[in-house]
């Protein structure tokens, strides 16, 4: 069974810090791995989805990386800024499908001003 | 464009109750996904309908839950006699279908209750 572990599940920084989320994942087996923002009391927003054969992927500030056999990904966010402050989610495929995602319990991150 | 959307936002029922909760996926998305997110279990994915295949329903956690997707469009996930482990954000997600296409886009949720 595929479990996803997330770390640090909590994580305050001073704003302009750069910061690194990690996420692991016990099967290897995956299709792609997506990362989310998830603000109080709203849904998930998609921020990136790394295919299987990538090693990263990037979107402003932000660029996550894949390393399947380790089972290991990282979303690194630079210039940090208040308005980062969310929680952070980590899926994967699970169960030998491209569809059914398992996620992490997620990294609630405050970017201080 | 328009997101997925999900009604009510919020619901607070008795015990013992039934429930439906409504999601309008993205038009044209051919797959909808249920997941529930509760204090203390993250996130669960529930059921997931493609198109007019018969819906994975692995993730249901008992046969008091059920979906349904008409017209294969809009999806109404009901709760029969709702007990309080039911209390949770309940989340819907829609995905189009094509090669690559493997982001899901989600909707706001519905937060249910149970008193």
Redesign the interface.
Known sequence: KQEVTQIPAALSVPEGENLVLNCSFTDSAI??L?W?RQDP??????LL?I?SSQREQTSGRLNASLDKSSGRSTLYIAASQPGDSATY?C?V?S?G??????????TLLTVNP | GAGVSQSPSNKVTEKGKDVELRCDPISGHTALYWYRQSLGQGLEFLIYFQGNSAPDKSGLPSDRFSAERTGGSVSTLTIQRTQQEDSAVYLCASRPTGTGAYEQYFGPGTRLTVT
């Open positions: 299709y792609n997506q989310f009391g709203k849904g998930l927003t998609s989805l295919q989610l899926a495929p169960g499908s491209n569809y059914k995602l398992t996620f992490g319990k997620g």
